[in-house]
């Protein structure tokens, strides 16, 4: 794995075509079954491989992970970049795909979010990226902006692990959250 800076953004991280299908694999089946389901004998046998050799690409589990969790930083920053260009300063667009894309990807999101976020072996600028749309929604109040985040990451979070019941009005607590955090 090999990362770049470039000119108009935070660093890339460049996998190899071997890592880069590795990783493809990696996350089929996290989607599929979930973040304890994902070990690297399942990824080796998925792949035809031997456990091994996964170790030429990627030196550990962690290390797959931590990929997974660039890929779930990045998408999240292209599906709140689209929404604040349909959408300038609305939080509910912002919300809605936050809400959309996590569950989407519930499992990817689980894994992504239940344990600390290993910043330093992310690519530089990337969280801040998927960040941005909300901080700029927010007027720069960093403060609001994580109180956003948190309210928004409860909900998501309850609603991937059916916590809520089955007649919640979802959509009307999305709302109320929302306007009672910045009315």
Request: proline residues 8%; glycine residues 6%; aromatic residues 4%.
């Amino acid at each position: 794995m090999a990362d770049r800076t470039t000119a108009d953004g935070p660093t890339i991280r460049r996998l190899t075509p071997r890592a880069r299908q590795i990783a493809a694999v990696a996350r089929e089946l996290l989607e599929e079954s979930g973040p304890a389901l994902l070990t690297m004998r399942a990824l080796a046998d998925r792949l035809g491989i031997k456990a091994p050799s996964l170790y030429k690409h990627f030196p550990d589990k962690h290390a797959v992970e931590v990929e997974l969790i660039a890929q779930l930083l990045t998408e999240t920053a292209e599906a709140l970049e689209a929404a604040e260009a349909r959408a300038p300063g609305s939080l509910a667009a912002l919300a809605d795909a936050y809400r959309d894309y996590a569950l989407a990807h519930p499992h990817l999101y689980c894994l992504a979010t239940e344990h600390p976020l290993p910043r330093t072996e992310l690519p530089a600028g990337l969280e801040g990226r998927a960040a941005l749309p909300l901080l700029r929604a927010c007027g720069d109040d960093l403060g609001l902006a994580r109180a956003i985040w948190a309210f928004a990451h409860g909900m998501v979070t309850l609603e991937i692990h059916g916590r809520f019941p089955p007649e919640a009005d979802l959509d009307t607590a999305w709302k109320r959250g929302l306007k009672a955090l910045r009315p």
